[in-house]
């Protein structure tokens, strides 16, 4: 019979589960990547309270929705309510497409400092701001 040194099982490690992450509540967020691409010239905020009430400004009006982190980093945010304030069209255009992609998330991480949140609508990498 084989010893476990020549079946390759002498000091091949256990895997051990990965320790589930906590979600940032309360913490301030501001949008620096949409879609792969960086966010120089909008400010686009997210907080997501002890309530789990997520609201914010997405680059000309205010919202809010219901947003929760779920296990194992699951992420599901509820019916957005926005303001009305007309702006120009780039601007309504980026807008619409954070809070599409916003509402749209299904995961969320932390990488290096930033929350990262995604789903079938595209990618939010935000910083911690002030």
């Known amino acids: 019979?084989?010893?476990r040194q020549e079946l390759g099982g002498g000091n091949t490690p256990i895997p051990t589960p990965q320790q589930e992450k906590?979600?940032?509540?309360?913490?301030?967020?501001s949008l620096v990547q949409l879609n792969g691409k960086p966010v120089?010239?909008?400010?686009?905020?997210?907080?997501?309270?002890?309530?789990?009430r997520?609201?914010?400004?997405?680059?000309?009006?205010?919202?809010?929705?219901?947003?929760?982190?779920?296990?194992?980093?699951?992420f599901a945010v509820g019916p957005?309510?926005?303001?009305?304030?007309?702006?120009?069209?780039?601007?309504?255009?980026?807008?619409?497409?954070f809070l599409i992609?916003?509402?749209a998330t299904q995961k969320w991480d932390l990488v290096n400092?930033?929350?990262?949140?995604?789903?079938?609508?595209?990618?939010?990498v935000l910083s911690r701001s002030l």
């Open 1 to 3: 019979m084989p010893s």
């Open 22 to 29: 906590t979600f940032p509540l309360g913490a301030s967020w």
């Open 40 to 52: 120089h010239d909008r400010r686009v905020t997210l907080l997501i309270d002890q309530n789990l």
């Open 54 to 74: 997520g609201t914010g400004f997405a680059g000309c009006n205010t919202f809010s929705a219901a947003a929760y982190p779920l296990r194992q980093q699951g």
């Open 80 to 97: 957005i309510a926005i303001t009305k304030r007309s702006c120009d069209k780039g601007t309504l255009d980026f807008e619409r497409t």
């Open 101 to 103: 992609a916003l509402r």
């Open 113 to 124: 400092g930033r929350l990262v949140l995604k789903g079938g609508a595209g990618e939010l």
